[in-house]
């Protein structure tokens, strides 16, 4: 009796043992299974965050060949992607700001209309060049605003908007327009913007006032015509007649003086 109860509480000893050390390899293989899961995801979340922050050199383990191994490859795969496209839209904003920069200070007046004509830039030139002629434009166009271009259509600048509208359509190569708006005198070169794949994004005007131009070469037609109508006056004049400048050098002498010099 004595030797089977001590066989009974050998055999209760070994199997609490044997329960204790399954338990023990039950939880150490479930705290290493948690960790290989739980690691891999807390440095894929850390990723994930860092690229939505902006930031695409972390590194990433793709040693591994099951599918959270697949998803760290996908990860890595799509950090570095958005690193190239992130750093060509910066060197294309860059290039793009070098540009506007630039057209924002040369003398030329520019204006940039998009398909709808509607205009998305101007620059300092064209904004002083209309300022100035404000006055005059609200003669004929009384909501004009030099301060608020952008955002309105350049149809306001024509007085047939449809027409504007065909000729802009089917611009292929430079056009060179003279306007006049009250008193003003502007000349327009207009160009057509296209992509790479040449479709058509609207369409670049320069602009420039001619006024001051013009009613001067008009003054000066005006002046010369009246200069000779003068000397085909002098010329028939039957009186001699002779003119001399400040150093008393004949610059003129009618007919009717070589006449009587004869």
Known sequence: HEDSQAQFSLIRLLTIAGVIVVGLLAVGFSTWLLRSITR?????????????QGRYNSVVDVSRDDEIGKAMQGLQSTQTRMGF????TI?????????????????????IADADRNIIYVNNSVQRILKAAEADLKAVLPTFNADKLVGESIDQF??????????????????????????????????????????????????L??????????????????????????????????????????????????????
């Open 158 to 207: 024509h007085k047939n908007p449809a027409h504007q509208k065909g000729l802009l359509a089917g611009l292929v190569k430079p056009v060179t327009a003279q306007l006049t708006i009250g008193a003003r005198r502007m000349q327009v070169i207009a160009n057509p913007v296209t992509n790479a794949n040449g479709e058509r994004l609207g369409s670049v005007a320069e602009w």
């Open 85 to 88: 496209e992130v750093a060509e």
């Open 91 to 111: 060197r294309q904003s860059n290039e793009m700001t070098r540009v506007k920069i630039a057209l924002d200070n040369v003398s030329t007046g520019v204006m």
């Open 209 to 262: 006032d001619r006024t001051e131009e013009l009613n001067a070469a008009e003054r000066e037609a005006r002046l010369a015509a009246e200069k000779l109508r003068i000397k085909i006056g002098l010329d028939s004049s039957s009186t001699a007649m002779m003119i001399s400048d400040v150093d008393r050098v004949i610059v003129y002498a009618n007919a009717a003086a070589f006449k009587i010099m004869q």
């Open 40 to 52: 891999p995801l807390a440095a894929l979340v850390e990723t994930l965050m860092s690229v939505a």
